[in-house]
């Protein structure tokens, strides 16, 4: 089916919009620093008797008014208020607030419709990831030789810190953000998200957090490594105030996001898109969603108390007043496992929309896909114990631990054979998508199989703290998450842009980086095998050939990203076009016009088979 | 994908859904919100729980400092000449459990406001009557609020020497009541913010006998918040003291 629906949207009239006709990504900074001043200049009388200015609670306050004057900005209020004065939007309201003929000012405004809130997503990952990148080849540099001292012990700490969790912060949203924004409303036959304003407060809220974690570059050094475990988190200044915060806030944005979600695919979906004829990729966003929604509280807890050791004297973590590290290391962890299947899932479920539209196959075994990615978030939150088996911390649970650790491999392994599956005898369209879909799929063996082995308590005993460790999550992340994001964005792009990503470019920088991967990871792997420990900034001269290798393999892997970055901007200008549905896929997405027209549909479509049915006619030969 | 784009059912519906569609939509996000609140809630009680049961160097509810004076007396008795004596081993008592339970009753009683509003509503269609019950509502959250602050400021704190300074510290049981304590604080603040929320829409007739549902969303979290302050409370005064 090759229709494309047509639209026609009211217009909004001249006054529509209200205060938020004001209000823009300029504003929301103009609000975020008077606030956060004011809330200062306060603090500083009130809780700061020293008059220092830079007490702990003094930057606590100046992070809740930086936040809550970023909300006054760019109108995150507007709603509420109008809400609790009985004064609801009208349409007209809400067309101007879904960015009705704004043009381009409309994504730097509070904008709520999601093919919008998309192109934030993408945008925003993009500035994350160069920024996390940046610091990561800064570190690489620092590690280029023994006693390098290209940045200062403390600023690497700090880079380490902040490149960690920037970097976690990006890959939660790289697949999520842009294209359960951008394309999973469509793929439901919905004509927006089910609380577009919710979905315009979890992107802006996700900006004012990155504001937040980057303020810690600029006051003072975080050396606390980026899971900021007490006790050693004591030593650090404001900087871990401010990180703590970020995270308070960005799970904040999560929640907000997961909730709209969720109820966006079970209550939005058209007539006739059953849960069984749903788009592989909506059920990865949804089960994402849902392991979010029980993980991320655990990370708003755990960085609360944090903030509420360091600042009002409570004794959750400090052990002189009764606390103890393991309840952070505990907290934190039932948190951080979880986590890495709300960054792996939607890409995975993009990855098999890939593999099924460029082998003109069904997904294979479509029932077990959905039930490896339930089983694999059930599972990942009984695991978390396997990041502690070194610091003492119930060690009879140790067993059972590993026991769920090993388990969790099989419905990992799912993952590999309905890809495997749906690309075996397929007739398949070696365009970019699928390039950096293998990619992915080389990675990931890599990642899995060294993670079986960090399982193991014995092996784990000896590797912990190493940079292999480092080496197996960077082949989860980087390998793994990072090409599965690509292979989205360049199987997307031309749904956003109505233009492709360059193909010649886009493959030089998959070869730049794959390559760069294996040289850069693999040395990381003898560092470690070797016993080098992690997050160190000057190393035995044991270790100088393989950091060497990996450094060059780095600045291999940052030319692919240049690449792909230039391909990006030289594409969404100048690219080859490509109509509305250039891959002959079968789901709503692309049986639109491209771009989409606001509210997607002009009437909803009925769906009477599932979507990857692919007729005798469209297979290419 | 096969699709149909010219179901004349479909064609009707235009772009506006019907109250009931919509209601259902936040009803469900109401409660994946709630259930993002009982991980926050379970994890808490774990901290509780956990602390408790690790005791660290028995400083459940005990802590080496002073206790008795303001901050101030302290400070300026460290900084005399004869300066702060011993530091000795403070007990902390539990707070009072009638207390805790006084704000959970009021918390409850607001709840139950709530629901009867609406069920007032659903069946009699008054608004003005609504509103009214919303109003009182309100107001009973307002005084649990008042009770809940009391209940901040009578956490016991004990003056201790931190880092060549001082400052006003907690002991674990302290802590984890503090923070309980302060996450009720902030659902009670939403609360007067739903509850306002209800009166004046009510008052202004976007809520209605007709468009009740609303009413019924804001009520399905006042009553959680009720329901997680009873947990709460039942936790925190039967297991408190380690014999």
């Known amino acids: ?621 | 994908m096969s699709i149909d784009t010219h179901d004349q059912h479909v064609a009707h519906e235009g772009h506006h859904e019907s109250p009931e569609v919509v209601d259902g939509r936040q009803r469900l996000a109401v409660w994946l919100f709630i259930g993002g609140d009982f991980v926050t809630l379970s994890a808490l009680l774990f901290a509780y729980l956990y602390l408790r049961g690790v005791n660290t160097d028995g400083h459940w509810m005990n802590m080496l400092g002073y206790q008795g004076h303001t901050f101030g007396w302290y400070e300026n008795l460290a900084g005399s000449a004869a300066g702060l004596p011993a530091p000795t081993l403070i007990h902390v008592h539990p707070l009072a459990a009638g207390f805790n339970w006084l704000v959970t009753l009021v918390t409850v009683i607001s709840a139950g406001v709530v629901w009867l509003g609406e069920r007032g509503l659903r069946a009699t269609k008054n608004a003005k009557s609504y509103s009214a019950m919303a109003w009182l509502a309100t107001a009973v959250v307002a005084v649990a609020i008042v009770l809940t602050i009391i209940q901040l400021r009578h956490i016991p704190q004990i003056f201790v020497a931190k880092n060549d300074s001082h400052v006003m510290a907690y002991t674990t049981y302290s802590s984890a009541m503090l923070v309980l304590i302060g996450s009720a604080l902030v659902h009670l603040l939403l609360l007067v913010f739903l509850g306002l929320g209800l009166a004046i829409r009510s008052a202004r007739g976007v809520i209605s006998g007709e468009k009740w549902h609303q009413a019924r969303l804001v009520r399905i979290f006042w009553v959680w918040v009720a329901l997680s302050a009873v947990v709460i409370s039942a936790v925190t005064t039967t297991v408190n003291t380690i014999h």
């Not at chain 1, 509420?80 to 960015?99: M, Q």
């Not at chain 1, 192109?119 to 006693?147: C, S």
């Not at chain 1, 401010?242 to 909730?259: D, E, N, P, R, Y």
């Open chain 1, 1 to 621: 089916m090759t229709t494309t629906l047509e639209h026609s949207a009211p217009k909004v009239t001249s006054k529509a919009g209200g205060l938020a006709r004001h209000q823009n990504f300029g504003t929301a900074l103009i609000g975020g620093v008077l606030v956060a001043w004011l809330a200062w200049f306060i603090a500083r009388r009130v809780c700061d008797p020293t008059g220092s200015g830079y007490s702990d609670l003094t930057a606590i306050w100046l992070g809740i008014g930086w936040t809550v004057g970023f909300w006054i900005g760019i109108g995150a209020f507007n709603g509420p208020l109008r809400w609790i004065a009985g004064r609801d939007h009208t349409r007209a309201d809400d067309l101007y607030y879904a960015g009705e003929g704004q043009g381009r000012a409309r994504y730097w405004k509070y904008t709520t419709d999601h093919k919008v809130v998309g192109v934030q997503y993408i945008v925003m990952t993009m500035v994350l990831l160069g920024v996390g990148g940046t610091l990561a080849m800064a570190i690489r540099t620092n590690l280029i030789a023994p006693g390098n001292h290209f940045v200062n012990q403390q600023v690497y700490n700090g880079f380490i810190a902040v490149h960690g969790m920037l970097m976690i912060l990006a890959l939660i949203v790289a697949v999520a953000g842009p294209w359960a924004n951008f394309v999973m409303p469509i793929m439901c036959g919905a004509r927006d998200m089910a609380f577009p304003r919710l979905n315009a407060l979890s992107f802006w809220t996700l900006v004012a957090a990155a504001g937040l974690l980057l303020t810690t570059l600029a006051v003072g050094s975080l050396d606390s490594g980026w899971v900021v475990l007490a006790p050693i988190t004591n030593q650090v200044g404001v900087a871990m105030d401010f990180f703590a915060l970020a995270i308070v806030v960005f799970t904040v944005s999560t929640t907000v996001a997961g909730v709209n979600t969720i109820a966006t695919i079970l209550t939005m979906r058209t007539k006739g898109m059953t849960l069984e004829r749903l788009p592989i990729f909506v059920w990865g966003s949804m089960i994402a969603a849902a392991l979010g929604l029980y993980a991320f509280p655990y990370f708003l807890l755990v960085e609360s108390l944090q903030i509420l050791d360091r600042t009002v004297f409570t004794s959750f973590f400090v052990a002189t007043g009764g606390g103890t590290g393991w309840l952070q290391a505990n907290l934190f962890w039932l948190m951080g496992h979880p986590e890495v299947y709300v960054i792996l899932i939607p890409a995975v479920a993009a990855l098999f929309e890939i593999a099924s539209v460029m082998s003109r196959k069904p997904v294979f075994s479509y029932r077990t896909a959905i039930a490896g990615m339930v089983g694999l978030a059930g599972l990942s939150i009984l695991v978390w114990a396997h990041h502690m088996f070194t610091t003492g911390w119930a060690p009879t649970l140790g067993g059972p631990f590993m026991l769920t650790t090993e388990i969790i491999s099989i419905p990992t392994g799912v993952f590999f054979l309905v890809l495997i599956g749906t690309l075996w005898r397929g007739n398949i369209w070696m365009k970019l998508p699928t390039v950096w879909m293998f990619g992915f799929i080389a990675n990931f063996i890599i990642a899995g199989i060294t993670g079986i082995y960090l399982s193991d308590i014995p092996i784990d005993n000896q590797l912990h703290g190493t940079m292999f460790v480092t080496a197996h999550f960077h082949y989860v992340f980087v390998g793994s998450v990072l090409f599965g994001a690509i292979a989205a964005l360049a199987f997307w792009f031309p749904k956003v842009t109505g233009r492709f990503l360059n193909e010649f470019q886009g493959r030089i920088s998959f070869w730049l980086t794959f390559v760069g991967v294996q040289v850069t990871f693999l040395a990381m792997f003898l560092s470690g095998l070797k016993g080098m420990p992690r997050r160190i900034s000057s190393y035995s001269i044991l270790f100088e050939h393989t950091n060497l290798i990996s450094t060059i393999g780095a600045y291999t892997i940052m030319s692919g990203m240049l690449v792909l970055l230039g391909a990006i901007i030289t594409s969404w200008r100048h690219g080859d076009p490509s109509g509305p549905n250039p891959w002959h896929a079968n789901s709503l997405e692309w049986m639109v016009s491209t771009p989409p027209p606001l509210e997607n549909f002009d009437v909803l479509p009925v769906i009477t088979e599932d979507p990857y049915t692919y007729r005798e006619e469209l297979v290419r030969s």
